[in-house]
């Protein structure tokens, strides 16, 4: 027998009070799942605060403006004014005698030897390199007096940053307070001066943290990834292509689905392993190169992309298969001029997650030796690299403060790069995806 009024029922007191007691846990999961959201966003702004506030200023450099004589007899070079011997006069000449000329004539009371070793320590060591690139450039340039901005010790690029603070005691700081009177001296004179990095973003690795920059380590990764994109691409799709419209369904293909979840879920630093014991010691190619770091990521990108590869050849309708069956065409036409141009939106998406993954991933490459100190920039895949991430982690592990902004700058880099790729995924799947 029916109730003849069902709305009677929610009339009922102990219905509405099981009602209140629903909406009200309805309510406290609501609050409890914007109070998640909102402290995962409040966790990622101070992140980014924090790798703003501390890596804006490796983007720019102090330098010290200084007269330099570049007198034949004082920085050996004088046997350099005629044919082949100049390049070889060149490398042997002491520029540093000239900077520290220079130096001398703006501070003439400075006269003990501890003191001028003090007073040349404010100029980076790297600043003879640069005297000699620019005479190398300009021959005419010896004999003559040139000004020149030269770079700072990482130690003074910091004080005039405010990283190093003058209050506090002479012993806390590398900067002796003499030190920082001839800093004052030479911003009063117009001799100090804050200029754009550039050199951070052409330069190599460098044991100055003045003179480090990221050019290498982003060669590094631009060849590891064209070397996995290569390998995993072409194989990943044509592995998704066969599992999803030729393989057979029987326990083999079940045994491979599930290995292959099974591997995109596998730590990256057993795919380091892998390569370590395969690429370098089993076929014994190259260590710290692109190449084998190709390989390695390659196998680690992979499993993810067959799965997307899988997954968007599954949501092509099956009616567009049937269609061009039926007027004649063969599987492998159906798969080539339709299925696959249908899914190639949510393959590539898939394909440049899995390329973003292995843009930031260390410990594979640690595995394999990429972690070496390397001051060239490759110019091939079998040349000794590094990674962007690994020359994060390497900066991180140095005690010299100046790699402090350079870490966190370095970061603000790869984050670009990150989000740029996703950026792009999202854009291929909004722009090419078709709704059935």
Do not use: C
């Amino acid at each position: 027998m029916t109730d003849p009024d069902p709305r009677a029922r929610w009339q009922n007191p102990a219905m509405r009070r099981r009602l209140r007691r629903r909406h009200a846990a309805e309510r406290r999961f609501r609050a409890w799942g914007m109070l998640a959201i909102g402290t995962a966003g409040f966790a990622l702004v101070m992140l980014l605060i924090s790798i703003v506030v501390n890596g804006y200023t490796a983007f720019q450099q102090t330098r010290i403006l200084l007269d330099v004589r570049l007198d034949p007899d004082v920085i050996g070079a004088a046997e350099g004014l005629e044919g082949e011997t100049f390049e070889g006069a060149l490398q042997r000449a002491d520029f540093q005698a000239a900077i520290r000329d220079s130096l001398r004539a703006l501070f003439p009371r400075v006269q003990s030897r501890a003191d001028v070793r003090s007073l040349q320590s404010l100029v980076s060591s790297g600043a003879r390199t640069w005297l000699r690139d620019d005479l190398r450039r300009d021959p005419s340039l010896l004999g003559r007096s040139v000004s020149l901005w030269l770079p700072a010790d990482d130690e003074v690029d910091m004080f005039a940053k405010g990283r190093v603070r003058r209050d506090v005691s002479e012993g806390s700081r590398r900067l002796s307070d003499e030190q920082i009177g001839w800093i004052d001296a030479l911003e009063q004179q117009g001799r100090l001066r804050r200029f754009f990095n550039s050199g951070f973003f052409t330069s190599g690795d460098s044991r100055e943290p003045e003179l480090a920059g990221i050019w290498g380590a982003m060669m590094g990764s631009f060849l590891t990834l064209v070397v996995t994109l290569a390998i995993s691409f072409p194989l990943g799709v044509a592995a998704a292509v066969y599992l999803e419209e030729f393989a057979p369904q029987n326990r083999w293909t079940d045994l491979v689905e599930v290995n292959i979840n099974n591997l995109a879920a596998v730590p990256s630093i057993v795919f380091g392993l892998l390569g370590l014991a395969v690429f370098l010691n089993f076929l014994l190619l190259p260590r710290s190169a692109p190449l084998v770091g190709g390989l390695t990521l390659a196998l680690m990108t992979l499993p993810t992309i067959i799965i997307a590869g899988r997954a968007a050849i599954k949501a092509v309708p099956p009616s567009i298969r049937e269609a061009a069956r039926g007027l004649g065409a063969s599987p492998l036409q159906v798969v080539v001029h339709h299925v696959l141009p249908l899914a190639m939106p949510g393959i590539l998406t898939g394909t440049i997650i899995g390329m973003a993954r292995a843009l930031g991933e260390t410990a594979p490459l640690l595995m394999i030796g990429m972690v070496a100190f390397i001051v060239d920039v490759p110019s091939g895949f079998t040349d000794a690299a590094t990674a962007l991430p690994v020359q994060i982690f390497l900066w991180a592990d140095s005690p010299e403060r100046g790699f402090v902004e350079k870490v966190s700058g370095a970061i603000m880099v790869l984050l670009l790069f990150l989000m740029a790729m996703n950026g792009l995924a999202i854009w291929l799947r909004q722009k090419f995806e078709m709704r059935w």
